[in-house]
């Protein structure tokens, strides 16, 4: 009998899972949506420096806060970027478990209702609804061991939107894309917009191989999965976030100048040339242009 596409399989499930596929939608919009970056407390101020001389943008004033739901002291601050935002912390006093751990955090219209539908699509909740300094927050996690965060504002924000949509670089095993993609697709209404099974691997570091590449776009912004058996060499897989700029080479020089290191230099990948960054503090970017059609 022949395999059917994973495309294929994701929307077969859901049109067979009615309860999940009327859920409401509960996401804002993608420039709501940050990656949490967590840094040494001395690496704060130099990777604010370096990722808004990269990018542009302007990080709100830092405070010193407690944003877990057990004892904790961390600096916090937003930096909002044309490209996308970042979440910043510098924690003064051990992390608490699993903090650390979840990649973003998607802002919701209703917490308590956004996790029932999390929970309702397959998600774990392992954190529960706790209260934080400006809202409610929670903590989930995806099939594939992916954690996110769900946030609520008391004051509800207002932010233009973003000249690129950043995306949530995913890294999941054959095993369990299948049931991540699914999920996540039931929980946000997205959409699968490209499914390759056999994507070049230089963009895993691999350029030898071709490996299994999903792009998922939703209300929360975009989704690159990437399928593999783990065999990464380094930095992939350590990557969150991949960031489209409209000049690559003139952002890498901006970065290398502000303090970041280029870990992979630019390749070519059909229509989309990349590198990888690391800033000051330690956290792993990809940066990326693609080719206008």
Do not use: C
Request: aromatic share 10%.
């Amino acid at each position: 009998m022949p395999r059917l596409p994973l495309t294929l399989v994701a929307l077969l499930g859901l049109a067979a899972s009615p309860a999940l596929a009327v859920t409401p939608q509960f996401g804002v919009g993608a420039q709501y949506d940050t990656t949490h970056v967590y840094v040494a407390p001395g690496d704060v101020d130099a990777f604010v420096k370096s990722f808004l001389a990269t990018f542009g943008g302007a990080s709100t004033k830092q405070v010193t806060a407690t944003v877990t739901p057990t004892p904790s002291s961390t600096t916090s601050q937003l930096l909002r970027t044309p490209v996308g935002a970042v979440s910043l912390f510098g924690f003064k006093t051990p992390i608490p478990y699993p903090f650390g751990a979840e990649r973003s955090g998607y802002l919701v219209t209703d917490l308590d209702k956004a996790v029932a539908a999390a929970k309702s699509a397959g998600a774990d909740i392992i954190v529960a609804p706790f209260q934080d300094p400006i809202g409610r927050d929670a903590v989930i996690q995806w099939p594939g061991g992916v954690n996110m965060q769900l946030y609520w504002h008391t004051t509800a924000a207002n932010y233009p939107a973003l000249t690129t949509i950043p995306e949530n670089r995913i890294y999941v095993s054959a095993e369990r894309v299948a049931a991540f993609t699914h999920d996540f697709i039931a929980f946000s209404h997205g959409k699968v917009v490209s499914d390759d099974p056999k994507a070049p691997g230089i963009e895993i570091g691999r350029p030898d191989e071709t490996f299994h590449r999903l792009r998922i776009e939703s209300v929360f912004g975009r989704m690159t999965v990437l399928v593999t058996d783990g065999h990464l060499p380094f930095p992939y897989g350590r990557d969150t976030t991949g960031y489209e700029t409209s000049d690559l080479n003139a952002t890498l020089d901006k970065a290398k100048e502000s303090g970041a290191q280029i870990l992979v230099e630019p390749y070519q990948s059909g229509d989309r040339r990349a590198a990888m960054v690391e800033f000051p503090g330690g956290y792993i970017a990809e940066i990326h242009t693609v080719a206008a059609k």
